[in-house]
């Protein structure tokens, strides 16, 4: 069965520095996103991403952050310089439409980013 | 702000019993899904409902959502160890280009 992917499942980093948290969608997807769930908390919307750009975004989503679909397969999540608050676990989904059409969103299974 | 609060937030209870999860919301949705995660993993999808007053089945889940696409309820049968595990709705409102809102979940423990 096809699911999403993602690498790398742990990331430890240092305050400051740029990290990159890669997924691979399911193959006839076409819609993106991320999310993030801070321990204990609930799972929150960072960004959605459609034929090449952002459809929508939350107000989590700041400048630090940034998305891409380098080639037809990966979708990658950019933060910039991390700060300690980052730290959370980062969920790639896809889904064949938007959910606001009731487009069933598939989750990966998730990388934890640690900022020290 | 829309905010889907579910409840009870924790639930233990013996294998055999039955349960109801809920979840609530004073607005409207499209559509809602239901998943279930694991510690340290992404939800799993478990059922999507769109049309008020709709009712699925999955083995011994049944999935309701509201006449006004509001709120939507979980009603496990005769619980098993296995169904242990946190239980997530998430809704997506009309127009939403994926902006799923998550509810923060019910626990639910099932004791053999």
């Known amino acids: 069965e096809p699911e999403v992917t993602q690498t790398p499942s742990h990331q430890v980093t240092q305050m400051g520095q740029e990290v990159i948290l890669r997924c691979v969608p399911i193959?006839?997807?076409?819609?993106f996103y991320w999310y993030r769930q801070i321990l204990g908390q609930k799972v929150e919307f960072l960004v959605s991403?459609?034929?090449?750009?952002?459809?929508?975004k939350s107000e989590i989503f700041d400048d630090q952050f940034s998305v891409e679909r380098p080639d037809g397969s990966n979708f990658t999540l950019k933060i910039r310089s991390t700060k300690l608050e980052d730290s959370a676990m980062y969920f790639c989904?896809?889904?064949?439409?938007?959910?606001?059409?009731?487009?069933?969103?598939?989750f990966g299974p998730g990388t934890r980013l640690t900022v020290l | 702000t829309q905010l889907l609060e579910q409840s009870p937030q924790f639930l233990s209870i013996q294998e055999g019993e039955n349960l109801t999860v809920y979840c609530n919301s004073s607005s409207v949705f499209s559509s809602l899904q239901w998943y279930r995660q694991e510690p340290g993993e992404g939800p799993v999808l478990l059922v999507t409902?769109?049309?008020?007053?709709e009712v699925k089945k999955l083995k011994r889940l049944t999935f309701q959502f509201g006449d006004a696409r509001k709120d939507s309820s979980l009603h496990i049968t005769a619980a098993q160890p296995g169904d242990t595990g946190l239980y997530l709705c998430?809704?997506?409102?009309?127009?939403?280009?994926?902006?799923?809102?998550f509810g923060k979940g019910t626990k639910l423990s099932v004791k053999p």
């Open positions: 991403f459609y034929n090449n750009e952002i459809s929508e």
């Open positions: 409902v769109v049309t008020g007053g």
């Open positions: 193959s006839n997807h076409l819609y």
């Open positions: 989904a896809s889904s064949v439409r938007t959910s606001g059409s009731t487009g069933e969103q598939f």
């Open positions: 998430a809704g997506a409102s009309r127009g939403s280009q994926g902006n799923l809102i």
